[in-house]
């Protein structure tokens, strides 16, 4: 096949690039790198079945000819969705048509990344595909939660009035290698924080939940997506649940840090509890996931280690300039 996935220079959408690769499938990757990184990509220089074009696709272009549509472009910490809250609400709306158009174009088949943030910070525990959600709609983080909620409703209608064959995935908490380190996630500020000696900041009292999970997990479920018939949500993360103080207290462990854990006030409108019921997934794609937190932590360590250094040898070497610097001005 040739497979056109936006957002290709993203934590998921590397990995699925990869993914997609490894199957034999030709690549084309779009990204306007917002918050995307050709670091990412760099392993793939020199494959050929593999093309990368920078682009926002909330303006159209045509890829030409295009076996599979894969939609995993989007901001999607809170850290970047809050500052590019206009993007954000803009590649959910006029870049999800514009690859629903291509597909529809080609006759390509359709997935669509979508987000356990569609249930808000939920009533009903833990959350099956079913629940309608308990979302803000004019809170801070709206622009992200509407956006993937209007992107569904659009995804649903292009399958419905124009016969794209389209799918759905709510992704849960997922972790791992190319994670950005300071992105706001949970995962990946307590490792930068520990493996740097900082403290641990938990907002709020570290009683809410949520669920992790591996990346390969994650990619193996979309993936088992991707090749099914079915075309409504389906939850795709890790069941097992975690208050974010637990969550601390392993990367403690992992790391063996002595950081201590510091508290801070609860953002607005941040989820009490996430958990996703991974019943449809068992049952409709005799899948779930396999790798546990403690697992999945050190199974991220050296990515983490490896940015924590190459951050701290770039910091030195611009200091060093900035000393020659002023070297030569005095």
Not at 225 to 236: F, G, Y
Not at 247 to 271: E, Y
Not at 275 to 304: H, M, V
Request: charged share 25%; hydrophobic share 35%; aromatic share 8%.
């Amino acid at each position: 096949m040739r497979v056109l996935i936006a957002g290709a220079a993203g934590f998921l959408g590397s990995h699925l690039t990869d993914a997609i690769l490894n199957e034999g499938h030709e690549v084309i990757g779009v990204d306007n790198l917002c918050t995307g990184s050709l670091e990412n990509l760099k392993h793939l220089k020199a494959e050929p079945r593999f093309e990368f074009c920078e682009h926002d696709i909330c303006t159209s272009f045509d890829p030409k000819h295009v076996d599979y549509v894969f939609n995993f472009a989007s901001p999607a910490s809170p850290a970047d969705y809050m500052r590019l809250g206009i993007e954000t609400l803009m590649v959910g709306s006029a870049g999800t048509r514009h690859l629903l158009e291509t597909a529809k174009k080609y006759g390509a088949k359709f997935l669509h990344a979508s987000t356990s943030e569609c249930y808000g910070d939920p009533d009903q525990h833990p959350q099956t595909e079913e629940y309608w959600g308990h979302v803000n709609p004019i809170g801070p983080r709206s622009v992200y939660d509407e956006s993937k909620r209007f992107s569904e409703a659009l995804v649903t209608a292009y399958r419905r009035y124009e016969q794209v064959d389209a799918r759905l995935v709510r992704i849960f908490n997922t972790y791992g290698p190319r994670l950005q380190l300071n992105d706001g996630r949970v995962i990946s500020n307590f490792l930068s924080q520990a493996l740097r000696g900082d403290d641990l900041t938990i907002y709020g009292d570290g009683s809410q939940t949520r669920s992790f999970c591996y990346v390969s997990d994650e990619i193996e479920g979309i993936l088992q997506l991707s090749r099914s018939d079915e075309h409504t949500p389906v939850n795709i993360g890790n069941p097992t649940e975690w208050t974010i103080l637990e969550c601390a207290k392993a990367v403690l462990g992992v790391t063996g840090s002595k950081s201590k854990i510091v508290l801070r006030p609860l953002p607005q409108d941040d989820p009490s509890q996430r958990q996703p019921d991974i019943s449809k997934a068992k049952r409709l794609l005799n899948w779930e996931p396999k790798i546990d937190l403690e697992t999945g932590l050190k199974l991220s360590l050296g990515y983490f280690r490896s940015c924590i250094e190459a951050a701290g040898k770039s910091h030195q070497e611009h200091s060093q300039i900035g000393i020659v610097y002023m070297g030569i001005r005095s």
